[in-house]
């Protein structure tokens, strides 16, 4: 349990502590209060009655008293950073909305959430501007309402939580992997199977720490399984459907540069050189000319799937190819079928 607690720190923070001997009883809200630095008695009963905070292995109220011995830990959102983050209007695309989340279908380009050399311009920005009136985001925190998060040239649905009790029970459902996502990808090569699955610990290139390696050492970097299936194949491209059991970063760009499929004109993974096809003029005019149609690459969080906060209903949501995926797939269909007539 503690290791895989440890993992869910790229979504919000984890604490562990066991109870000293000498402990008298205390309501664990209050003993955490002071055990934690930066957080409210508030944000710690919100945890609690989201299920997140946990003795023993077992979720408990706010007011459950602490014994020696106890072993708690805490499943927590992000805690406020130092710096003010400036709201701004920038226009974002709302696919649903209610009083406890909202659905975002986010363009390729924007980054979600600031960070080094990307304090601006962001999905953050945006939603401090938006929400400016809700407590959730008026607490200065990095990534307010967020649980999850797609790269800045990955295009797709993300859901943002609009108050503290609505993001501890999505964070505890990411953290249990009952979110359900698909993504589209076109990658590179004839695909052998028609589906299939993808194992291996991802973590950091130890050479370039700005993208993600497959570590066959069960030692190094962090479990990771993505699942796919054959969409469409185009000969020297494929297109596919992926589904996560994880959500490790960059999980689909390295798995499928890992089996040697890597994304279409993803930069950071290979996948910007033409790695199939004829060696002829014509073939490499149009793979480029594909890759100034799509400058990024092709990877779109097309659905999303989750149990709603408040009524403990299943909601899902779809999204469809944007436009810059959608005409180079055109592109590849007809290329393909020019062959067979």
């Not at 975002?104 to 050399?117: D, F």
């Not at 689909?252 to 910007?272: C, Q, S, V, W």
């Amino acid at each position: 349990m503690q290791n895989e607690l440890k993992d869910t720190k790229e979504l919000y923070e984890h604490f562990r502590f066991v109870v000293d001997k000498g402990q008298s009883p205390e309501r664990i809200d209050k003993f955490l209060f002071h055990k934690i630095e930066n957080v409210s008695r508030t944000k710690v009963q919100y945890a609690a009655e989201a299920g997140n905070i946990l003795v023993n292995e077992k979720s408990v109220k706010p007011s459950y008293k602490v014994k020696p011995g106890d072993v708690i830990s805490v499943l927590l959102t992000f805690p406020p950073r130092d710096n003010e983050i400036i709201p701004e209007n920038i226009p974002i695309n709302i696919v649903y909305e209610d009083e406890d989340i909202v659905i975002v279908n986010k363009e390729a380009g924007m980054v979600v959430h600031p960070a080094y050399g990307n304090y601006t311009g962001t999905l953050v920005n945006a939603l401090y501007w938006r929400y400016k009136d809700l407590p959730l985001f008026k607490s200065g925190e990095l990534r307010p309402g967020l649980v999850h998060r797609i790269d800045k040239n990955t295009s797709g649905l993300l859901v943002i939580a609009k108050n503290e009790i609505s993001l501890n029970k999505l964070a505890r459902q990411f953290f249990y992997h009952t979110i359900e996502r698909h993504y589209n990808a076109l990658v590179w090569g004839n695909i052998n199977d028609d589906e299939g699955t993808i194992q291996g610990n991802i973590g950091r290139n130890k050479s370039d720490r700005k993208i993600m390696t497959v570590y066959e050492d069960g030692e190094i970097g962090k479990h990771a399984i993505t699942h796919f299936k054959v969409v469409e194949r185009f000969n020297f491209v494929t297109l596919v459907d992926c589904w996560l059991e994880t959500g490790r970063t960059h999980q689909i760009r390295a798995h499928f540069k890992y089996i040697g499929h890597p994304l279409f004109n993803d930069t950071e993974y290979g996948g910007n050189k033409i790695l199939k096809g004829p060696s002829s003029t014509k073939y490499r005019q149009f793979v480029e000319n594909c890759f100034k149609q799509l400058p990024r690459q092709a990877l779109h969080a097309r659905t999303l799937t989750f149990v709603h906060p408040k009524t403990n209903k299943l909601i899902s949501f779809e999204s469809p190819l944007p436009e810059d995926m959608q005409v180079v797939i055109n592109n590849w269909r007809n290329y393909v079928n020019s062959f067979k007539i």
